[in-house]
């Protein structure tokens, strides 16, 4: 259990940790306490008249532990515990104090008692604001910013730096959308928001910027451009088409186009850069669903395209068969084509998804997953009235040699043997 010197020597929020340890570990005395170690303990156990007794005590002692231990049985579960922690703190709560407090106020926050706490951390804000957005956890932090941004405490300057600068995807998302609240930012938010900013910044301008935007990096944003485009009556497609070839421009082609663009991401699929062959695939899924130029890269080097390459072939029998997708099996491939021929194998049907994990089962790379979906494909057994071929079957009763007994027996009594 932690020691009193430890947690006061630590950060402010460690006393959360206390709390909890000293209510698991409460029953055992250990060596004996100093009096003040021995109030900090009963202002955590689990006898609610204990935590109130050991509360009047901190309230009367000067002691630096007593106001973190106070703070917490603000938001204990008994109201009598609280309501004279609550008496307690107001006295012992100056703005030093409090701004030294914070983080553990902020974590106190979110214990479901009432409302005591949070308004105690909201009324704070205004004097405390620099600490309160460099809080510590994430959660904290987030909550201080939307805080802020509804009291109207933030100007329009620190709004545009969080929202540019800020590691925190919603913290800047949440000031950006309070920008464009006031209408302020709209094309530099556009050009560089997070993208749901970039998207709201959008509708926001005219058909011309959508038109310009239609090949973002961005999904959202392209999407976006694409409803725009469409609203005002255009084509989407129609502008791609005129566009030379990019990122941008091939996933748009593939979200927006007709068969009649199926040659050109066909043609997308030999270039050197993945991301380009891997939106070329995805694009195909839409505009031209059975097109064979896809098959070959079920064997590309990038596991990016793989993975595209998989969902373009599910479901799809006639573009790759079994023994092709065995071959793929081979150690000597890399192991995201390993993985993919795999699944693929597993999509087809119950009995060749239990032959392809009880083959991998024991192998290095595939093994562990193989062993997962085995027992999923158990329980899916119990609903499956067709069978497997004799060949098949041969198979699957030869890879269940060497198996765990229950679980070989299991296997061959759904195969009726």
């Not at 205004?126 to 939307?146: C, F, V």
């Not at 059975?290 to 799809?316: H, I, M, N, W, Y």
Request: charged share 30%; with cysteine; hydrophobic share 45%.
């Amino acid at each position: 259990m932690l020691t009193l010197d430890e947690v006061l020597a630590g950060d402010v929020r460690r006393w959360v940790d206390f709390d909890v340890e000293v209510r698991r570990t409460w029953w055992y005395r250990g060596s004996p306490r100093t009096p003040r170690e021995a109030a900090a303990v009963d202002a955590c156990a689990p006898d609610g008249r204990l935590r109130e007794a050991a509360v009047a005590r901190l309230a009367v002692g000067p002691d630096p532990e007593a106001l973190p231990l106070l703070l917490i049985r603000c938001v204990d579960w008994v109201p009598q515990v609280r309501d004279a922690a609550r008496g307690a703190v107001v006295s012992k709560l100056d703005e030093s104090a409090l701004r030294a407090m914070l983080p553990l106020v902020a974590m106190l926050r979110r214990r479901q008692v009432d409302g005591w706490m949070t308004t105690l951390f909201r009324d704070a804000l205004p004097s405390l604001l620099d600490g309160a957005l460099a809080l510590g956890d994430r959660e904290s932090r987030r909550w201080a910013h939307g805080e802020a941004i509804r009291a109207g405490l933030l100007s329009s300057d620190r709004l545009r730096q969080i929202t540019l600068r800020d590691n925190d995807f919603r913290i800047r998302t949440s000031c950006g959308d309070a920008l464009l609240d006031r209408g302020e930012a709209v094309e530099e938010l556009l050009a560089d928001g997070t993208p749901p900013v970039r998207m709201r910044a959008l509708t926001l301008l005219g058909d011309d910027t959508a038109v310009a935007h239609l090949a973002d990096r961005a999904s959202a944003v392209r999407s976006m451009a694409q409803a725009l485009v469409l609203k005002a009556g255009g084509d989407p497609a129609a502008h791609y088409r005129e566009l030379p070839d990019s990122a941008g421009v091939l996933a748009g082609l593939g979200e927006t186009g007709t068969s009649e663009d199926a040659g050109r991401l066909e043609r997308n699929l030999a270039d050197e850069r993945p991301r380009f062959r891997a939106l070329a695939v995805r694009g195909l899924r839409r505009v031209a669903s059975e097109s064979t130029a896809v098959r070959p890269l079920l064997t590309d080097p990038s596991p990016a395209v793989t993975r595209q390459v998989v969902e373009f072939l599910r479901g799809k029998p006639a573009l790759v068969d079994v023994p092709a997708l065995r071959t793929l099996l081979s150690p000597a491939n890399p192991v995201h084509t390993r993985r993919a021929a795999a699944t693929l194998l597993r999509d087809r049907d119950t009995w060749l998804r239990l032959h392809t994990d009880l083959t991998l089962l024991r192998d290095p790379e595939l093994g562990e997953g193989a062993q997962q979906d085995l027992y999923a494909c158990r329980d899916h057994m119990a609903n499956v009235y067709t069978q497997p071929s004799a060949r098949l079957r041969a198979e699957i009763e030869a890879a269940c040699i060497g198996l765990e007994p229950a679980l070989a027996r299991g296997i061959r009594l759904s195969l009726g043997t």
